[in-house]
């Protein structure tokens, strides 16, 4: 069954029943960049005159990868990822030759893509689903780009966004477009690009037990070695934050790994509100600290500034509740981020529903973006 939907204005083919979470939703006709921000690509000095441009006077030329169907459970072995490709017609970014291929690059649909304004359409004679019809665990069902009708968008940092809540499409630049691009080529399992804290901590385990087998007839100088070192790690992990010294650009109180355990945003999975997910399809982003910078999808934050895009923005710090905040000092801007810092024992200031729970047990880092309210939970491991 093929069901056609009209959302403000715009068209999208789906076929099958939604049980993805990256099912293309068209709201209002709004097309919301995921990872936009208040600078444009081109240059430092021209970002903020350009902070508004829309996607009519970018050139759209480039590879983009997209999750086109996830399971509902996760099975790494049957997510599908595809590539679109855009080769600009002329030097008006309005007329592209689109071509959307398939997991493996065995099949293709090549269409075109006009630009009118600041909206879209894109035709391409086969369902997204057909291109993979044949491989292993396939369903005839997930997210089909093959008919956009004037849908309004914006693009930014190599990422097209569709949708209030937005399917992304990232540049092959981009470091999430490259661990797309190796799942769409067959180089690497969902689970090899995107680990979850299941896998980790089973791959933990199997290795913790490896080492142990192999180690028996030095059992008493084993136990004491890894007794050592759970300790350390331990005393790591449970170690509080220090907020004078991250204030300062020092996070080595943040030493360790984070994950992210849960996402939140407007109209969050189609339903109207702030909703929460923990859903496994959606927690692909990473956050990762080193001494002196703290790195997000988004932005990364070094001493009193983030670096956005590679521009650098000043940030203030503010305390409230035994929280530390930082959040940009210019509020002008099209995108605004914040990053909050919580210690263990410090409740976050959200409001949580879905089943999702704040786990005041560990240190957690939660990350901000006015697109849509798009939060990201991260709890240290």
């Not at 600041?118 to 004679?125: A, D, E, G, M, Y």
């Not at 540049?171 to 690009?193: D, E, I, L, M």
């Not at 907020?243 to 992210?260: D, K, P, R």
């Amino acid at each position: 069954m093929i069901i056609v939907s009209n959302f403000g204005g715009g068209k999208i083919m789906q076929h099958g029943i939604k049980r993805l979470v990256t099912t293309l939703v068209v709201a209002s006709g709004v097309v919301l960049l995921a990872a936009c921000v208040g600078h444009n690509t081109s240059s430092t000095s021209s970002s903020s005159a350009s902070s508004t441009t829309h996607a009519r006077v970018a050139n759209l030329s480039g590879k983009y990868y997209f999750v086109q169907y996830a399971p509902a459970k996760a099975q790494s072995s049957t997510y599908r990822v595809h590539a679109l490709v855009l080769h600009r017609r002329g030097s008006s970014n309005q007329r592209y030759v689109a071509q959307e291929i398939g997991m493996g690059g065995t099949k293709r649909s090549r269409g075109q893509l006009v630009v009118k304004s600041n909206r879209v359409s894109l035709t391409l004679p086969h369902h997204s689903w057909t291109l993979d019809k044949g491989r292993q665990g396939y369903v005839a069902a997930g997210t089909d780009i093959s008919k956009i009708e004037a849908l309004t968008f914006t693009f930014h940092k190599g990422v097209l966004g569709i949708g209030s809540n937005p399917v992304r499409f990232y540049s092959q630049r981009t470091t999430k477009g490259k661990q797309y691009a190796a799942v769409q080529a067959g180089k690497r399992t969902w689970a090899q690009a995107f680990p979850s804290k299941h896998q980790q901590t089973a791959q933990a385990s199997s290795s913790s037990s490896a080492s142990n087998s192999s180690s028996s007839s030095s059992s008493s100088a084993a136990t004491s070695s890894s007794s050592k070192q759970a300790a350390a790690k331990a005393s790591s992990t449970n170690s509080g934050m220090n907020l004078t010294q991250i204030q300062q650009g020092n996070y080595s109180s943040l030493a360790g790994s984070w994950q992210e355990v849960a996402v939140a945003g407007n109209n969050l999975g189609g339903q109207p509100g702030y909703n929460w997910s923990q859903d496994s399809q959606r927690l692909t982003d990473q956050l990762t600290v080193t001494n002196n910078q703290v790195t997000t999808t988004e932005f990364t934050l070094s001493g009193s500034s983030f670096n956005i895009d590679g521009t650098d923005s000043a940030v203030k710090f503010g305390q409230n509740a035994g929280a530390l905040e930082a959040d940009l000092v210019n509020q002008d801007v099209t995108t605004n981020y914040s990053i909050e810092f919580y210690p263990r024992g410090t409740a976050v200031n959200k409001q949580f529903n879905n089943g999702v729970t704040d786990d005041t047990s560990k240190n957690r880092i939660v990350v901000w973006s006015s697109n849509n309210g798009y939060t990201q939970y991260f709890v240290q491991q």
